[in-house]
């Protein structure tokens, strides 16, 4: 009898640390635990008894990379418990804010976090000094990306600019224009983005996800719409915790998201692309034609391929919003004179996957009880799925191979541990 | 936030030094970064700006970018005894470990410095602070023992600043404890 484990304690290039342990007993994968997430409950405990104007500031400190997201799924939770809606002007602002962060995300994993598996570098740096050339074209992906964030978000980082009902300033065309030759370079690096990846050698597997992503009437999703999967479900935020519950695994502290009933679900952008290619802009179906990129992606390592287009789109989508701009007469919806008790519900699609945001305020609006469910918290066993079948079909790989493919495996989907705990530390136990 | 990338000196040699606090203000001592340039800002009286970096480590590149004096201030977790202050003057060795595990996500503060490296986008003068955290899980709030060893790194910043003349070249030491 043989049991072997492995123990990851250092996962290197996902966002911040986990920890990844395994146990095979007698050829047979027992146990598959990854500690990449912690939920955010010290936030929703902070956020009690605060104003609900606090939210999206708040929220948003939870990540240093997707900020803008935490800001769009609080925003619409509180839009919702007030009773107001944000169109026109605005809510194309808010998209284009989303994109800077979508461009930002997807240029940082694609070339900095993600290609060096594809290339056989341990990491960035080494990638460079032979490539220096991809390394600086996502670096520029990057800092464009920024830029819109800093134009729209007031910085870059956890941008301020934003608030219930829209933004506390709206720039003026001019400010737009300004970015625009930036956004058309974008544009272009994006789809050489696109056909350099298409280009990578990938493993050949293929999974079977049910996926969950936003949908909406007549747009790619960003920062509202419904929830779809492809297995039928069509609901509208409100009905989250309805359809979906976070449970203890019988090895772990930690919780995992599942559908009601169900198993396991995966979101980020393969289900976006998977569930809503038809509303991609022209040059990213264009692009996702141009190099072969099949309609359903179920194979996790051309994930990389989808963020690639996904890239495409952002710059695509940013250079329509900034064309078509005329700046609204307000920059927000005020909110209502009176509030009262009442509970609202956000979701928007952050680079990695959808966030959930509930808020249950009292008729001061204040905040008496918050729920926030992040997209890698969503697609945590999902990804304990994947590394149960690839280590079961893996198990005459040494330990430091089998390591090595559970850390890319985990890379496919862009966990976001930063939001969670910085320090990640495999542990692969063999009896 | 940066203030625009290579603004003039007013004493007119070139841009002037630019300070950047590296963290995240909901887990605790990795915000010392922020906290430091909170504190180091008004004190500046136009000698250098400050930016703030919340995100990953390679939002560095574009901050420092037309710079030739910078300093970063990190959270840093070797397993020092916490407020332990690491000063390091980059040069052409490699960052040493106690800056491999500071807090920016991802992408170390050591990486940082080898991809700029690579690509020869590294500052003239690059000078890390660390301070060895104490917590860094979710919560807001420096620990009590972390706070003077903020304060002490400001003082340093601004001799720094004033011209003092250190020994660029010299190698990271543990200068004072909490």
């Known amino acids: 009898m043989t049991e072997r484990t492995i123990a990851v304690n250092y996962l290197a290039r996902v966002e911040g640390e986990g920890a990844l342990r395994v146990r095979i007993h007698d050829r047979t994968v027992e146990e598959v635990e990854l500690k990449i997430f912690e939920p955010p409950r010290f936030f929703e405990a902070f956020l009690r008894g605060r104003s609900y104007r606090e939210a999206p500031d708040i929220t948003a400190r939870i990540c240093g990379i997707c900020p803008v997201a935490y800001q769009m799924s609080s925003c619409n939770a509180m839009e919702q418990a007030l009773g107001i809606s944000v169109t026109g002007a605005v809510r194309e602002l808010r998209r284009l804010l989303y994109c800077g962060e979508w461009i930002e995300s997807h240029a940082l994993h694609i070339y900095l976090l993600h290609a060096p598996d594809f290339l056989g570098y341990p990491d960035a740096i080494a990638l460079a000094k032979d490539h220096p050339e991809a390394v600086k074209q996502g670096l520029a992906l990057k800092k464009v990306g920024n830029a819109l964030m800093t134009l729209l978000g007031g910085r870059e980082i956890h941008p301020v600019n934003v608030r219930i009902g829209g933004f506390y300033r709206c720039p003026s065309r001019e400010e737009l224009e300004a970015i625009r030759p ?5 544009l272009e690096l994006a789809e050489t983005t696109a056909r350099f990846v298409a280009g990578l050698t990938f493993p050949k597997i293929e999974e079977d996800y049910e996926f969950v992503s936003l949908r909406h009437p007549d747009e790619y999703p960003l920062a509202d719409g419904e929830i779809v999967s492809n297995r039928g479900l069509r609901i509208p935020p409100s009905k989250y915790d309805e359809t979906f519950e976070e449970i203890h695994a019988p090895y772990s502290n930690a919780l995992q998201s599942v559908r009601k009933g169900g198993g ?84 928007s699609e952050a680079p990695r996957g959808i966030l959930y945001h509930r808020y249950r305020l009292d008729a001061q609006g204040l905040i008496q009880d918050a729920k926030i469910v992040a997209p890698t918290s969503q697609n945590q066993k999902r990804i304990e799925d994947d590394l149960r079948s690839l280590v079961t079909r893996s198990l005459d790989l040494d330990e430091a191979a089998l390591t090595n493919m559970c850390e890319r495996a985990i890379r496919n989907y862009d966990p976001c541990i930063s939001c969670a705990t910085h320090f990640l530390d495999l542990d692969l136990v063999r009896d | 936030m940066a203030a625009g990338a290579g603004t003039p000196s007013p004493h007119g040699a070139g841009p002037r030094p630019l300070v950047i606090g590296l963290g995240s203000r909901g887990r605790h001592d990795d915000a010392l970064g922020l906290d430091a340039v909170d504190r180091l800002e008004p004190r500046l009286q136009g000698a250098g700006e400050v930016a703030r970096c919340s995100s990953e480590g390679t939002e560095l590149l574009d901050l420092w970018d037309g710079r030739p004096r910078v300093v970063v201030v990190d959270a840093v977790r070797s397993g020092a005894v916490p407020g332990t202050i690491f000063r390091l003057a980059v040069d ?32 003239r003068t690059l000078v890390i602070y660390g301070i060895e955290g104490e917590r860094f899980e979710p919560g807001i709030g420096l620990s009590a023992r972390i706070s003077p060893a903020v304060d002490r790194v400001v003082e340093e910043i601004l001799e720094e600043i004033a011209g003092d003349s250190r020994d660029d070249a010299r190698s990271p030491e543990a200068r004072s404890h909490a």
């Open chain 1, 182 to 186: 930036d956004l058309v370079h974008a």
């Open chain 1, 264 to 347: 396991s679900y995966l979101t980020g952008p393969m289900a976006r692309y998977a569930l809503n290619r038809d509303r991609l802009s022209a040059r990213a179906r264009k692009i996702a034609e141009e190099v072969g990129l099949e309609p359903i992606v179920t194979n996790p390592y051309r994930s990389i391929i989808v963020r690639a287009v996904e890239t495409v789109f952002a710059c695509e989508e940013a250079l329509r919003i900034i064309d078509a701009y005329r700046p609204p007469a307000a920059p927000f919806v005020p909110p209502p004179d009176r509030l009262g008790p009442a509970t609202g519900y956000g979701v």
């Open chain 2, 92 to 123: 052409d060795l490699p960052v040493p470990p106690p800056f491999r595990s500071s807090s920016t996500h991802g992408i170390s503060i050591a990486d940082v410095v080898a991809l700029a490296r690579s690509l020869d986008r590294l500052p």
